[in-house]
């Protein structure tokens, strides 16, 4: 009798230990992915049952304190290859150390300044995606992040449908622009507030240079390619503009994205031009700029590399 109850016992304990082990691992299974801080053992990550997008458990990551957390996987590309990101995100309080752009919720590159758009703040579930060539490189670290290159936040950020796909040449020689002016600007640059306003002179000679961009591309581009701009005028002014080194003063995604989102997810552009004022005859020098080249961002078809 008393054999009989141990080994009940026995199993009982067994049992108990292995709902566990199973809850544990459920709970702490990143699927191969690295995690990794910038702080060491300040951020949380966790596998999220109950707050999740679809069918499986969410990735969660946890900053109460500033840190730049993501857990990332290395993955084999093609060289010269376009590839492009995507999941869906929820983000609860993050909140970029000293109101940096570009630090938040994202899908980044790790060891690049290769990244989506930061999601910051309190926001319910949202698809966001990263395009990036894989130039002469054959592994990349595909990263999903609380955080960024550019600094640290605290908050908690869900990613779930992370997907990695492998981009094709799209034939079509047509390419779909859109050109957004923004007509005021009001922003903060070294303690100074510059405001700065377009004169209807300056949006007539914009869309004239856009209509003979139109009329001359094809011409530029060897008959090889056609393009239609979408011209969109908005009021609303730019309050804010992101810096760093290497670029100076210019217009981040994070910058810009309540004022354009509702029109891009409207739209299947190939290319956007954001056209803004950032000097006159009073602020000549005030905000640091330096030339840029816009590239592409569409006219690829999508195959599936990898989902989780």
Not at 98 to 127: L, P, R, Y
Not at 141 to 148: C, E, K, M
Request: with cysteine; glycine share 6%.
């Amino acid at each position: 009798m008393k054999n009989k109850i141990t080994n009940i016992i026995t199993w009982v304990i067994i049992i108990t230990i292995l709902i566990f082990a199973f809850k544990f691992y459920q709970t702490n299974n990143f699927n191969e992915f690295v995690r990794s801080e910038a702080n060491l053992r300040t951020s949380e990550f966790k596998r999220d049952k109950e707050t999740k997008y679809s069918k499986t458990a969410s990735y969660k990551i946890t900053s109460n304190n500033e840190n730049d957390a993501m857990f990332s996987k290395k993955v084999k590309v093609e060289k010269n290859t376009p590839y492009k990101v995507t999941c869906m995100v929820k983000t609860e309080n993050v909140v970029p150390e000293n109101d940096i752009s570009g630090v938040g919720a994202q899908i980044a590159i790790s060891g690049t300044s290769e990244k989506s758009i930061a999601i910051t703040g309190t926001q319910d579930w949202q698809k966001i995606e990263m395009i990036f060539n894989s130039k002469n490189r054959e592994e990349v670290d595909v990263g999903f992040r609380l955080g960024g290159y550019l600094g640290n936040c605290t908050g908690t950020a869900w990613f779930s449908d992370l997907t990695l796909e492998e981009g094709t040449l799209n034939e079509s020689k047509n390419w779909k622009f859109a050109c957004f002016i923004f007509e005021n600007t009001d922003v903060i640059v070294n303690e100074k507030e510059i405001k700065l306003s377009m004169t209807d002179t300056d949006v007539s000679d914009i869309r004239d240079t856009i209509k003979r961009f139109e009329s001359t591309v094809t011409d530029l581009s060897n008959g090889k390619m056609t393009g239609n701009c979408d011209i969109y005028k908005i009021q609303d002014p730019i309050n804010k503009l992101t810096y760093d080194e290497e670029f100076g003063y210019y217009v981040a995604p994070e910058d810009i994205e309540k004022s354009i989102k509702n029109v891009v997810q409207q739209n299947d552009y190939d290319h956007i031009f954001v056209i803004i004022r950032l000097g006159n005859e009073e602020f000549q020098n005030d905000i640091k700029i330096n030339d840029w080249i816009g590239l592409r961002s569409n006219g690829l078809l999508w195959n599936r590399v990898f989902k989780y």
